[in-house]
């Protein structure tokens, strides 16, 4: 069967003196998740392992994110998380910092649903 998408949300996150891009991509990914609820689980009796979540992150080196890790944190779903090339790198020429700016696009899929539902 088909997944379908059933939710997308869209975070974001920073670090503003470490230059930690890892920080700042957990941040992202933590913003998204708290403006979103799905209470199809609990009305419906579906279990949360049947959700795929896929999640990309976007930092200027995506090469310093550890994926693994942060699918590891996530709370529910099975879990991919994808780094790409994105955010943002803000220098401070006054004090040597660089802030990094992290963006998460966090998409929850289940299997096709057609049919499973009657309107009451």
């Not at 991919?80 to 929850?108: R, Y």
């Not at 299997?111 to 309107?119: E, F, I, N, P, V």
């Amino acid at each position: 069967m088909t997944d379908q998408r059933i939710i997308i949300e869209m975070g974001m996150g920073n670090d503003l003196h470490g230059m930690d891009y890892q920080k700042a991509a957990a941040r992202a990914i933590e913003d998204a998740i708290r403006h979103s609820t799905l209470p199809i689980f609990e009305t419906t009796g579906l279990s949360h392992d049947q959700m795929r979540v896929q999640v990309t992150v976007g930092v200027q080196d995506p090469d310093k994110i550890d994926t693994n890790a942060l699918a590891a944190g996530l709370p529910r779903g099975r879990a991919t998380v994808t780094a790409v090339k994105g955010g943002l790198n803000i220098p401070n020429p006054e004090t040597g910092d660089t802030a990094v700016v992290a963006t998460a696009a966090v998409e929850a899929f289940l299997t096709s649903q057609t049919g499973k539902w009657k309107r009451a």
